[in-house]
């Protein structure tokens, strides 16, 4: 049996372009999606859109990360991080914005924003099908689509009010082509002391680099402004179990040997969450 269009799906249908084509919109046609040459692209049962084509992303969250990353994020630890995003998007935006969160995972980030915006639509690009499952469910105005955010995006140019990268990679000629000249371009990443108590219990960690701005800022310069930089600061006490999750859901679960989880020091009493949030206008 075919699967039914997603309503989110079809409010975001607009938006899409064939990535094969690149400048024809796409269809529904029997639980998929088309372009008028024929290239058809599956919409998978969860409620997600699959729009690679050619060589698969081979990244991307596996099951017992986005498992780790759904319980670690339903606790409430990064409401803060959530809402400053929001706030971001909600200052700069109209209530029927269109947001577009490149690095999607689960869409927890996306879903705050939307709740901040009751007329908005959101699509999240993701390359991880076990994330997508989750963010095709995250809210009922969101969207979800499997997409490796290094390649020209299956989208439009200039349909985008908002673009969201929340921890997540940027390819930011890609989001200043989507963003409208009025958009923004919301960029969320970690400081040098964000988990830096946890990084030091666990030296297999993935560090952060110390020029990580300055890279960040050379990237985005030639198509991009700050408009406004908040910084999000604030210590946590974790449970044996919510700092488990917080390791698994990172590409540091690879890293780390179940030695250290289960050395005595293990969690540190306290860790620190640092974020720096900024808000971008094209150029």
């Not at 989110?8 to 064939?18: G, T």
């Not at 919109?25 to 729009?51: K, N, Q």
Request: hydrophobic share 40%.
């Amino acid at each position: 049996m075919p699967v039914s269009l997603p309503p989110a799906l079809e409010l975001s249908l607009d938006l899409l372009r064939c990535p094969t084509c690149r400048t024809r919109r796409l269809h529904p046609d029997r639980g998929a999606l088309r372009c008028p040459v024929g290239h058809t692209f599956d919409i998978a049962r969860h409620g997600y859109a699959s729009l690679l084509t050619g060589t698969r992303a081979t990244s991307g969250d596996d099951a017992t990360m986005v498992q780790a990353r759904g319980r670690f994020l339903s606790t409430g630890t990064y409401t803060p991080i959530r809402k400053v995003g929001a706030r971001l998007a909600a200052d700069a935006m109209s209530e029927r914005a269109t947001v577009v969160d490149v690095g999607c995972g689960t869409g927890y980030y996306l879903a705050g924003v939307l709740d901040q915006l009751p007329g908005a639509r959101g699509l999240g690009l993701d390359t991880s099908v076990r994330a997508l499952r989750s963010a095709a469910r995250a809210h009922d105005r969101a969207a979800a689509v499997a997409w490796d955010i290094f390649r020209p995006f299956p989208l439009a140019d200039g349909v985008a009010d908002v673009v969201l990268d929340v921890f997540a990679p940027r390819n930011p000629a890609e989001f200043h082509r989507v963003l409208r000249p009025t958009g923004r371009l919301i960029v969320v990443r970690p400081t040098g002391r964000h988990l830096v108590e946890l990084r030091g219990r666990l030296p297999a960690m993935v560090t952060i680099d110390p020029t990580k701005e300055q890279r960040l800022h050379q990237a985005l310069d030639p198509f991009f402004e700050a408009a406004v930089t908040e910084q999000v600061e604030y210590p946590v006490t974790l449970t044996r179990l919510g700092a488990l999750d917080l390791v698994a859901m990172t590409p540091s679960a690879r890293h780390v040997s179940h030695a250290d989880l289960n050395d005595d020091g293990f969690p540190p009493d306290q860790v620190t969450v640092s974020v720096l949030a900024t808000a971008y206008r094209p150029r």
